[in-house]
């Protein structure tokens, strides 16, 4: 049977596109041996440009398309929630039942979330195995790329990267199973340390967000070296699981049969994708 991948994105902008095009072009050329099921997106048409793009391409490549507003479902808890714990948990609940319900019919070996803007519960964890592409290397900083961004700066830290790992129903915390690294020190990034460096003379570096935020050159340059790794990391990984060097049984991590000791490090795989391009 062919390996069915499902994917759950907010589809936000063009990165989330590029993931998409890029796992499409993949199956399209045999390079992964696999379909996309489905594409589960936490938007409609109506809310956003980007969204809209997003909604649109996926519906011009022939995949099943499952819209569901994560905006637009119980809003006054949705609201709640943002000042209440407990109320946004209840929400979350809710929401994740409805997207299950929705995906019922729908058979997914593996749901990679790529872009996906919401924390998803405890649940929706146990039913589907899931993996997520996080913007940093494991033992890296948690939250959005933004925020792993800017405690990179904070922290004056040497590399990046990113990984992809099992969803758990604690944020960001499930086990790495593949991941790449980047240095952000060396002749491309030192000009822009040493500006950073001289704006925070006299001042702190949350002075520095909120007066330049994503247009700063460090935090720009940095994006930018992490975005075009994303795209072969999650290719790569999935590649995997449909062939079956990686698998998912009873949420644990197998290797050619193995329990996974250490996450795969897929540096020179990555480099070598972005020389051929």
Known sequence: MTYQIGWFSTGRGQGSMNLLNALVK?????????????VFCSREQGEAEGSDR??????????????????????ELRRKGKANPEAMRQWRIAYDREIMRRLDSLDADIIVLAGYMLIVGEEICERYDMINL??????????????????????RASESGNMMHLVTKELDKGPPITYCTFPIRGELFEPLWKDLERKLRGRLLKQIIQAEGESNPLFARIRQ???????????????????GRLQLENKKILAAGKALDKPCCLNNEIENALRNQ
């Open 134 to 155: 996080h913007p940093a290397a494991p033992g890296g900083p948690a939250g959005t790329w933004q925020e792993v961004i800017w405690q990179l700066l904070q922290k």
């Open 54 to 75: 997003y909604l649109k391409q996926v519906q011009d490549c022939g995949i099943t398309l499952v819209p569901f507003s994560s905006k637009k479902f119980m809003p």
């Open 225 to 243: 070296e992490g975005a075009k790794r994303e795209i072969p990391l999650v290719v790569k990984t999935v590649k995997a699981f449909a062939e």
């Open 26 to 38: 993949a199956i399209k050329d045999g390079d992964v041996k696999g379909e996309i099921s489905f």
